[in-house]
Each structure stands twice: as structure tokens, then as C-alpha cells.
């Protein structure tokens, strides 16, 4: 009898503490689901940032590192659901280096679709056509948003002028890159459209004289008129008499002169000075654009030997030296008459001057 009281009480024990595993169980299954159904409702619902708002993902950063920069910088509350929520989703790989801009209010799942699918905030750098090298650098060096050296000036004329977009921290000579190989990519489309019988036989003679033509006119109009000029005076033999080639012969690219050739700089023979040296320079004076290597591959029709400015802003053609003089003559009177006008202007800037601190004093002495 004292037998059956004693397993009966085992088998009490053991029940007890079985219904008392089952309800841990329990009580764990109902706590881990509530905890689930608040991670991913806390995961899906509208965030806490009010505005539209600036997020870097560093390179080579995992998930963990930036739940908790996302947390650190205040764009969510809670970096554990963040991580909870991209694993339960599946969605903690792929995560990728970049700038981006999240929407406010945007909930953990919108911030995370963003890291992974969102394409980063672009910005860009405008190369101006007609720029040298060496101003190309400079620009590039000006922009806080690339980052890097340029450690070696690119060869003059192999990089072509446009807009780059680009993401916050890439490197400049990345920038450089895609530079060059727009360039060579524009310059052999173009070379093959060249027209028949051309007085340049290689592309890099093209180049040079492209890169001619840009830095004579900013007017994309006057582009293939101006490359005649130059193809004219290579047929005949004549000197192409291009003041800009003096220039870079002078200051290599590095920045405009400043002021006015000097005769002795125009009588002196150099390898870029185009009225001392017959045909081409060596190489290229800036970096030509689009508009001038097709003005070149195809020139306008004209019989034209000279331009000179006309005072608009473009140049005045002519066929003969004779009428090229008189367009020289024309431009003189222009020069001379906008010299007069800013004189007379400084002139009458400093009477006023001086008359305004004369009223100022006799206004002291009343007080």
C-alpha cells in the first residue's frame, strides 16, 4: 500500500513539472510571437524622421554597423528591429556604399528598400569645352564632393568635355577616366564621318586642330566656318596665324594670359607659335569638344582666309587680305570706341565718388 502512495505521488511530480515545462513553453511560444508581431510591426510602421534626410553607407559597412549609425544618427529608435526585421525579410545582403536620400516618415522596411535597391544621390561636374587640361584638374580638385589625387596631368587633348555625374567619395582620377575614354570613344565616331580629302592625315592632327578651332569661338554656329579658315591655309600652304597657339605656347594651358600678346612673343619661333612654324603645332591647346571635331571632320563650304572679331561676340569672313583689312579696320574703331565708354564710365564713377564724400562731409560739419 505504502508503495502505490509513494508512485502515485511520483507520478503527480512528474506531471506537475511536465504541466510546468508545457506552460514555460507556452508562455515562451506567446512572448517570441509577441515579440515577432511588434519587431515587424515596428519595422513597417511610419518612422521617426520628419524630413527628408541625408544617409551615408560607408564602404565595406555590414548590416550591424549601420543599424547602428542608422540609430546613432536618429533615423530610427531601434537597431535591433532594424537587423530583426532585414533578416526576417530576407533582405540583410546587397547592401551597397553610396549617399542616400530617405523620404520622411519612411518606415525601417522603406529605409532598408532604399539601401538596397535605391540608386545613391548623384552628383555632378561640368567640363567646359575648350578646357586645358590642366584647368580640367583644377576643377576637379575644386569639387569637395571626389576625393583622391590626380597624381599625373592628363596629355593634352585625350579628355572630352562634358557633364559627370558621379557619387558622393568616388576618386577624381575615376572622373578622369571616364574623361578619356569618352574622348577616344567621340574622337574615332567622328574620325570615320570625316570628309574625303582632309589635309590631315592622322587623328591626332585632328585633334590638335579641333582643339584650335574650340578655343578661337564659343560659338558652336561658327565652328565650322572658323575649321575651314584653317583647312583653306593648310591647302595652300599658308600659316594657320592662331593667337591662341602662342598662348599655350607660353603658359602651357595653365589659365587664361591676362593681357594682350606682346610682339616679341608673336616673332618668337616655338613649337606651338602657328605664325613662326608651317601646318599643326606639336599638340593639342586645350581639350576640344563635341562641336569643333565635327566642325573639323566637315568644314563649311567657303573660300574664306581670314576672320577677325566683329564685335558681336563672332567673327567677321573674308576671301582676300584686302577685305580681311578692312575688317580689322572695323574692329579697331569698335576696340577704340569701347575704350573711350569704359573711360568716360570710370570717369564719371569717380565724380560721383568724390561728390558723395563731400556731401558726407558737410553733412559731419552741420551735425
Do not use: C
Amino acid at each position: 500500500m505504502a508503495k502505490r502512495v509513494k508512485k502515485r505521488k511520483q507520478q503527480n511530480g512528474f506531471i506537475q513539472t511536465l504541466n510546468a515545462f508545457l506552460t514555460l513553453i507556452v508562455i515562451g511560444l506567446v512572448a517570441a510571437i509577441g515579440l515577432v508581431y511588434f519587431g515587424l510591426t515596428k519595422f513597417h510602421e511610419p518612422g521617426q524622421i520628419q524630413a527628408d534626410t541625408v544617409f551615408v553607407v560607408p564602404e565595406g559597412a555590414g548590416l550591424n554597423a549601420i543599424a547602428g549609425k542608422l540609430e546613432d544618427e536618429k533615423v530610427i529608435d531601434n537597431r535591433y528591429v532594424f537587423r530583426f526585421g532585414a533578416y526576417a525579410t530576407d533582405l540583410n545582403g546587397g547592401l551597397k556604399r553610396g549617399e542616400y536620400l530617405l523620404p520622411a516618415d519612411a518606415s525601417m522596411r522603406k529605409i532598408l528598400d532604399t539601401l538596397i535597391e535605391g540608386r545613391p544621390i548623384q552628383y555632378s561636374v561640368t567640363i567646359p569645352e575648350g578646357f586645358t587640361s590642366w584647368q580640367v584638374v583644377e576643377r576637379l580638385n575644386s569639387s569637395k564632393d571626389l576625393t583622391g589625387e590626380i597624381t599625373e596631368l592628363p596629355a593634352e587633348g585625350t579628355l572630352l568635355p562634358d557633364t559627370y555625374s558621379f557619387e558622393r567619395g568616388s576618386s577624381r582620377a575615376k572622373i578622369i577616366e571616364e574623361m578619356t575614354k569618352a574622348h577616344d570613344e567621340t574622337v574615332a565616331q567622328i574620325w570615320e564621318t570625316r570628309q574625303a580629302d582632309l589635309p590631315i592625315e592622322t587623328i591626332e592632327e585632328f585633334v590638335i586642330l579641333a582643339s584650335i578651332v574650340e578655343k578661337e569661338t564659343g560659338l558652336a554656329d561658327e565652328r565650322p566656318q572658323v575649321a575651314a579658315v584653317f583647312i583653306n591655309r593648310l591647302n595652300k600652304g599658308m600659316r594657320l596665324q592662331s593667337d591662341p597657339t602662342i598662348i599655350y605656347g607660353i603658359n602651357q594651358g595653365q589659365g587664361p594670359l591676362g593681357r594682350g600678346l606682346k610682339r616679341s612673343e608673336i616673332d618668337k619661333k616655338t613649337d606651338y607659335n602657328t605664325y613662326q612654324i608651317d601646318g599643326l603645332p606639336i599638340g593639342p591647346i586645350s581639350n576640344p569638344g563635341v562641336d569643333s571635331l565635327k566642325a573639323v571632320a566637315n568644314p563649311a563650304e567657303t573660300d574664306a582666309l581670314y576672320f577677325v572679331a566683329d564685335g558681336t561676340g563672332g567673327h567677321a569672313f573674308a576671301a582676300t587680305y584686302k577685305q580681311h583689312q578692312q575688317n580689322v579696320a572695323a574692329w579697331r574703331k569698335i576696340e577704340k570706341e569701347r575704350q573711350q565708354a569704359a573711360e568716360e564710365a570710370a570717369k564719371k564713377a569717380a565724380e560721383e565718388a568724390a561728390e558723395s564724400q563731400e556731401g558726407e562731409a558737410a553733412q559731419t560739419e552741420n551735425q
